[in-house]
C-alpha cells in the first residue's frame, strides 16, 4: 500500500511535469496544425542550460532556470521563422515534420560537442530530503514539481483566456485568414505560440527523457489540451508503475507500444474529435 | 526522371542513347572492384544497400506520401530474422532472406494499418515509435538478439562450396538494386502507381473514381518492408556482424534523407540519394558533428530543393524540351465502348429520385426535405443562389456526404449512405466546383487514373510488367486518349495537369469522369471560369454525352447556358426546393425571383 501510495505520488510529480511539457506541442498544433519534432532536444537544452547555468555560472537554481526558459523561447522564434513557416502552408505537406527533425538533430549533435555525453545532475533547492505521508516515502524534489507546475499551468491559462495575446492565438487557432484580415499578422502569432512552446520546454527541461514527451501528446490527441494534461498525468504514474512492479527495462518499449495500439484504435488519439473535411 | 512520363510516350522515346548510357554505367558500376580498393568497394556495397531500401521507401514517400521514420527497423527485422536462423540452425543465406523478407513483410504489414490509419502527424510518430520499440526489443531480448553485442558469425552468401567474397556481395547487391528499381519503375507505371500518387495528390479526387487509398498505401508500405527485409539480409551475411545500433533512428533519419535528397517520386532519386549520403561524410572525414551535418543537410534540401535533385533536374528538363504529341496512338473508339450500355427500357423513365432528403451539419440545417427525379437520359439542372445546398446535394448522390434522413434511389434501388467508392460502382461520376485533377501526373494519365476501377491489375503483373499487363495499359491509353477527343480536348497530353489553363482542367476532368464509364454524370459548375468560346463547346460536348444516353446533373450560374441545355430545372433555396420546370416556366416563377433579387415590394427598395 505505501509503496503504491509512493508510486503514485511520484508519478503524479513527474506526470505534471510531461504535462506541462506537453502542453507546448499542443499549443502549437492547435495555433497552425505544426508540432515541433524538436521540442525533445529543447527540453534537453533547458536542462543543459539550467546545469551549465548553476554549475559554472553559480546562479541560483530559480534564476537559471527562468533564463533557460527564456533562452529556449527566444530558439522557438528561430525555429517557426526557419523550419515552420515555409513549410506549414501546405496543410498536406508533412515537410515541417522534417525541417522540426533536423533541427532536432543539430541541436542535439552540437549540444553533444559542446558538453559531451555524461549524464548531469541539478541539485534540486529543496535539496534531497524525504518526506512521509502515509508510510510513503516520496522525495520533496519530485513533490515540489506538482505545486510548480501548477503555478505554470494556471499562469497559462490565465495568458491563454484573458490576455487579448491569447485572444489572437485562440482566433489564429480557428481561422488564419480571418486573423490576417482583422489586421493581425498570423505569423507573428504562431511565433508567440512557439516561444511560449519553447519556454515551457526549456523550463520543464532537463528532467525528461527527450522523446517521451512526444508519445504523451500524441496519445492525448494533438487538438485536445485536457487530454495533454491527463494523459501526460496518466503517463507518468504508468511509467512508474511499469518500472516498479514490471522491470525498469521496459517502460519505454511498453510506454511506446501502448501509443501504437491507442492509434490503432483510435487514429485521431483518445480525446481528439476528426475534423469533417469540406468536399 | 522517365518516371513521370507515361508508358507509351517512355516506349517511343527509348532512342538507343539511353541504353547506352544505362549500359554503360552499369559496366563502370561492375567493373569496379577491377580498378578501385576493397575500401571503396565496401562504400559502393554500402550505396547498393541503402539504394535497396530508399527505392522501396521511394514508393511511400513519392508515391504515397506517406514519411516512414522507422524503416531502419524494418531493416534491422530483415537482418535479425536471417542472422538467427543462419547462426542458429545454419540455414544458407538464401534461405534465411527469404525468411527475413516474410517476417519484414509480416511486421511491416503489421505496422501499415495503424500508420495508414493514423495519417499526418502521428503517421510519423507511430513509425518512429516504433523504429524506438524495435530498438529496444533488440537490445533486451538477447536470445534472439545478442543484446547490445549484437550477433556475430554469419556465414557469407555462399554458391555450393563457394563462399562469396567482397566482390561477389557487391554484385550480389547491384543486381538486387537494379531489380528493385526496375519494379518500382514498372510499378510507377501501372494502375498502382497512378492510383498511389492519385491518392497523395487529391485524396478526395481520387475516392470520387473509386480508389480506395488504404489499399495502394497499404501495398506501398508491403512492398518498402520487402525492400527493407531484403537489404537487411543481405547486409547482415555480407557484414558477418549486425548490433542494435546499426539500425537505430539515426538511420531511419538518414534514409528519409536519401530519398527526399535524390527526389521523392523519381526512378533515379534514391540511387543518387544513396551516393551521396553514403560517400560525402568519408570524403570529407568527418568524426564529429556527422548528424548535424546530415540534419543541416536535410534542412537546406527542404528548402532549396524542396523536389530533390532528379526531381528538379527532370522539371528543368520537360520546361526545356516539351515531350512530343503524336497522333499515332489515338485510334477511334466507337462511342458504345466507351460509354455504359444504356438501357432503352430505363431510359424512359427516372433515373434518379430524392426523397425527403435531409442534411445536418450540427445544428445547420442545410438541405431540408428535399424531394426531386431525375429523369434518365436527360440534363437536370440544379439552380439556387449561393449557399443554396447546391454542392451539399451532389456531394449526398456521389456519397461524400450521408444524408441525415430521407433517401435516394437509383435506377428504384436505394443507395443513400454509400461511400464514394460504392456510388462510382453504382454508375455515378462527378467533377467538383474547384477542379481536382492530379497535378503531378499527365493529362492522359489522369484520364487513365479513372480507369483504376474498371480496369484492374494484380500487384504481380503491375511489378513485373507482364505481357498481359502491358496489352491493357495500352488499351487503357487508348480509351483514355479517345474520352479525350470525346470531350474535345485539344490541348497537349503528356504535360502535368496541374500545368493546364484553367478552361482545359475542366474539360480534362469531365474525361477522367467518364473514364469511370457513370451512367450519372455529376457537373459541379463545369462552366465558371470559361470563356464564351469553351461554354459553347462544354454546350455541345453535353448534347453529345446526352444523345448517347448518359443522364446529367448539372449546377450551374450561367443562365443562358443553363436555359438553352436543360431539359428540366430545379431550384432550391436554403436547403428546400423552390420552384421545378422547364427553363422558362421556372424564370417566370415569382418564389425564383424572390430568392435570387429578394422581395419585389420592399418599402424601401429605391434607396438600394
Given at each position: 500500500m505505501a509503496t503504491l501510495l509512493q508510486v503514485l505520488l511520484s508519478g503524479l510529480a513527474v506526470g505534471s511535469l510531461y504535462a506541462l511539457i506537453a502542453l507546448g506541442y499542443s499549443l502549437t498544433f492547435v495555433v497552425n496544425g505544426t508540432v515541433n519534432m524538436s521540442q525533445g532536444q529543447l527540453v534537453m537544452l533547458g536542462g543543459m542550460i539550467t546545469f551549465t547555468l548553476v554549475q559554472y555560472v553559480h546562479l541560483p537554481f530559480a534564476v537559471s532556470f527562468l533564463a533557460a526558459g527564456i533562452a529556449v523561447g527566444i530558439l522557438g522564434?528561430?525555429?517557426?521563422?526557419?523550419?515552420?513557416?515555409?513549410?506549414?502552408?501546405?496543410?498536406?505537406?508533412?515537410?515541417?515534420?522534417?525541417?522540426?527533425?533536423?533541427v532536432g538533430i543539430i541541436i542535439?549533435?552540437?549540444?553533444?560537442?559542446?558538453?559531451?555525453?555524461?549524464?548531469?545532475?541539478?541539485?534540486?533547492?529543496?535539496?534531497?530530503?524525504?518526506?512521509?505521508?502515509?508510510?510513503?516515502?516520496?522525495?520533496?524534489?519530485?513533490?515540489?514539481?506538482?505545486?510548480?507546475?501548477?503555478?505554470?499551468?494556471?499562469?497559462?491559462?490565465?495568458?491563454?483566456?484573458?490576455?487579448?495575446?491569447?485572444?489572437w492565438l485562440r482566433a489564429t487557432a480557428d481561422n488564419q485568414i480571418a486573423i490576417n484580415l482583422m489586421g493581425v499578422n498570423s505569423n507573428t502569432i504562431v511565433a508567440i505560440a512557439y516561444i511560449l512552446s519553447g519556454i515551457l520546454a526549456g523550463i520543464g527541461g532537463g528532467m525528461m527523457s527527450t522523446i517521451y514527451a512526444v508519445s504523451v501528446a500524441m496519445v492525448a490527441g494533438l487538438n485536445s489540451a485536457k487530454g495533454i494534461v491527463i494523459s501526460g498525468l496518466g503517463l507518468g504514474i504508468g511509467e512508474l508503475?511499469?518500472?516498479?512492479?514490471?522491470?525498469?527495462?521496459?517502460?519505454?518499449?511498453?510506454?511506446?507500444?501502448?501509443?501504437?495500439?491507442?492509434?490503432?484504435?483510435?487514429?485521431?488519439?483518445?480525446?481528439?474529435?476528426?475534423t469533417v473535411v469540406k468536399v | 526522371m522517365e518516371a513521370n512520363l507515361p508508358v507509351e510516350l517512355q516506349n517511343r522515346r527509348t532512342f538507343p542513347g539511353k541504353y547506352v548510357m544505362i549500359g554503360f554505367i552499369c559496366l563502370l558500376l561492375?567493373?569496379?572492384?577491377?580498378?578501385?580498393?576493397?575500401y571503396y568497394v565496401n562504400l559502393l556495397f554500402m550505396v547498393g544497400i541503402y539504394a535497396i531500401i530508399s527505392v522501396g521507401m521511394n514508393i511511400i514517400i513519392g508515391y504515397s506520401g506517406i514519411v516512414s521514420i522507422g524503416h531502419a527497423g524494418l531493416m534491422a527485422v530483415g537482418a535479425y530474422t536471417a542472422a538467427f536462423f543462419n547462426t542458429h540452425f545454419g540455414t544458407p543465406f538464401w534461405i534465411t532472406a527469404l525468411i527475413g523478407i516474410a517476417v519484414s513483410l509480416v511486421i511491416g504489414s503489421i505496422l501499415a494499418i495503424p500508420t495508414i490509419r493514423a495519417g499526418g502527424v502521428y503517421l510519423s510518430m507511430i513509425t518512429i515509435a516504433f523504429g524506438v520499440i524495435i530498438d529496444e526489443i533488440l537490445i533486451r531480448w538477447t536470445a534472439f538478439s545478442g543484446g547490445p553485442l549484437g550477433i556475430s558469425g554469419i556465414e557469407k552468401p555462399a554458391v555450393g562450396s563457394y563462399q562469396f567474397g567482397l566482390t561477389q556481395v557487391y554484385y550480389l547487391v547491384l543486381i538486387v538494386a537494379a531489380a528493385a528499381m526496375a519494379l518500382v519503375c514498372n510499378l510507377r507505371?501501372?494502375?498502382?502507381?497512378?492510383?498511389?500518387?492519385?491518392?497523395?495528390?487529391?485524396?478526395?479526387?481520387?475516392?470520387?473514381?473509386?480508389?480506395?487509398?488504404?489499399?495502394?498505401?497499404?501495398?506501398?508500405?508491403?512492398?518498402?518492408?520487402?525492400?527493407?527485409?531484403?537489404?537487411?539480409?543481405?547486409?547482415?551475411?555480407?557484414?558477418?556482424?549486425?548490433?542494435?545500433?546499426?539500425?537505430?533512428?539515426?538511420t531511419s533519419i538518414q534514409l528519409v534523407l536519401i530519398v527526399i535528397l535524390g527526389g521523392a517520386g523519381t526512378v533515379w532519386?534514391?540511387?543518387?540519394?544513396?551516393?551521396?549520403?553514403?560517400?560525402?561524410?568519408?570524403?570529407?572525414?568527418?568524426?564529429?558533428?556527422?548528424?548535424?551535418?546530415?540534419?543541416?543537410?536535410?534542412?537546406?534540401?527542404?528548402?532549396f530543393l524542396p523536389k530533390g535533385i532528379a526531381g528538379t533536374l527532370a522539371d528543368y528538363m520537360e520546361k526545356k524540351k516539351a515531350p512530343a504529341e503524336s497522333p499515332a496512338d489515338r485510334h477511334s473508339i466507337p462511342l458504345e465502348q466507351l460509354l455504359r450500355a444504356h438501357d432503352a427500357a430505363a431510359s424512359s423513365g427516372t433515373l434518379l429520385s430524392l426523397r425527403n432528403v435531409n442534411k445536418q451539419f450540427g445544428g445547420l440545417h442545410v438541405i431540408k426535405d428535399l424531394s426531386f427525379d431525375?429523369?434518365?437520359?436527360?440534363?437536370?439542372?440544379?439552380?439556387?443562389?449561393?449557399?443554396?445546398?447546391?454542392?451539399?446535394?451532389?456531394?449526398?448522390?456521389?456519397?461524400?456526404?450521408?444524408?441525415?434522413?430521407?433517401?435516394?434511389?437509383?435506377?428504384?434501388?436505394?443507395?443513400?449512405?454509400?461511400?464514394?467508392?460504392?456510388?462510382?460502382?453504382?454508375?455515378?461520376?462527378?467533377t467538383f466546383q474547384h477542379t481536382r485533377l492530379f497535378s503531378d501526373l499527365t493529362v492522359l494519365e489522369n484520364v487513365m487514373a479513372g480507369m483504376s476501377r474498371s480496369h484492374k491489375q494484380n500487384l504481380?503483373?503491375?511489378?513485373?510488367?507482364?505481357?498481359?499487363?502491358?496489352?491493357?495499359?495500352?488499351q487503357i491509353a487508348a480509351m483514355a486518349h479517345a474520352y479525350l477527343d470525346l470531350v474535345g480536348y485539344k490541348g497537349p497530353r503528356h504535360v502535368k495537369a496541374g500545368n493546364l489553363p484553367y478552361g482545359h482542367q475542366r474539360i480534362v476532368e469531365i474525361a477522367r469522369a467518364l473514364a469511370t464509364k457513370p451512367s450519372l454524370l455529376l457537373l459541379d459548375e463545369p462552366a465558371a471560369g470559361l470563356t464564351a468560346g469553351e461554354i459553347v463547346e462544354l454546350e455541345l460536348v453535353i448534347r453529345r454525352l446526352k444523345e448517347a444516353g448518359l443522364t446529367i446533373i448539372l449546377i450551374e450560374h450561367h443562365m443562358d447556358f443553363v436555359s438553352r441545355i436543360s431539359d428540366k430545372v430545379t431550384v432550391i433555396d436554403y436547403g428546400r426546393k423552390i420552384a421545378e420546370g422547364t427553363a422558362d416556366e421556372v424564370k417566370d416563377d415569382p418564389n425564383v425571383i424572390k430568392a435570387y433579387l429578394g422581395e419585389e415590394e420592399m418599402p424601401n427598395a429605391e434607396n438600394f
Open positions: 522564434i528561430l525555429i517557426e521563422k526557419l523550419a515552420i513557416r515555409k513549410f506549414a502552408k501546405d496543410p498536406t505537406s508533412v515537410n515541417w515534420v522534417l525541417s522540426t527533425l533536423a542535439q549533435d552540437v549540444s553533444l560537442t559542446l558538453w559531451g555525453p555524461n549524464e548531469n545532475v541539478v541539485a534540486s533547492p529543496v535539496g534531497d530530503g524525504i518526506v512521509r505521508i502515509l508510510g510513503a516515502g516520496v522525495y520533496w524534489k519530485e513533490l515540489i514539481l506538482i505545486p510548480v507546475a501548477c503555478a505554470f499551468l494556471l499562469f497559462l491559462i490565465f495568458f491563454y483566456f484573458k490576455s487579448h495575446w491569447g485572444l508503475l511499469v518500472a516498479t512492479y514490471v522491470s525498469p527495462n521496459f517502460r519505454e518499449m511498453i510506454i511506446y507500444f501502448l501509443v501504437i495500439v491507442i492509434l490503432f484504435v483510435k487514429p485521431t488519439g483518445l480525446f481528439g474529435t476528426k | 561492375a567493373a569496379g572492384p577491377l580498378f578501385i580498393s576493397t507505371n501501372s494502375v498502382w502507381g497512378r492510383s498511389m500518387l492519385a491518392v497523395k495528390q487529391n485524396v478526395i479526387a481520387a475516392e470520387s473514381l473509386g480508389v480506395k487509398p488504404f489499399n495502394y498505401q497499404y501495398a506501398g508500405f508491403a512492398i518498402s518492408a520487402v525492400f527493407a527485409g531484403l537489404a537487411g539480409a543481405i547486409y547482415a551475411h555480407a557484414n558477418s556482424f549486425i548490433s542494435p545500433d546499426i539500425f537505430g533512428f539515426q532519386g534514391p540511387v543518387l540519394g544513396s551516393f551521396i549520403v553514403v560517400i560525402l561524410p568519408e570524403v570529407l572525414q568527418f568524426d564529429h558533428l556527422r548528424l548535424a551535418v546530415y540534419g543541416l543537410l536535410m534542412f537546406l534540401v527542404l528548402y431525375v429523369p434518365a437520359s436527360k440534363v437536370l439542372s440544379l439552380i439556387g443562389p449561393n449557399g443554396a445546398g447546391k454542392s451539399t446535394v451532389i456531394n449526398m448522390i456521389s456519397g461524400f456526404y450521408t444524408p441525415t434522413s430521407g433517401e435516394i434511389f437509383l435506377n428504384g434501388q436505394k443507395i443513400d449512405g454509400g461511400s464514394p467508392q460504392d456510388m462510382l460502382q453504382k454508375g455515378i461520376a462527378r504481380f503483373s503491375a511489378l513485373f510488367r507482364t505481357a498481359g499487363m502491358r496489352k491493357q495499359e495500352k
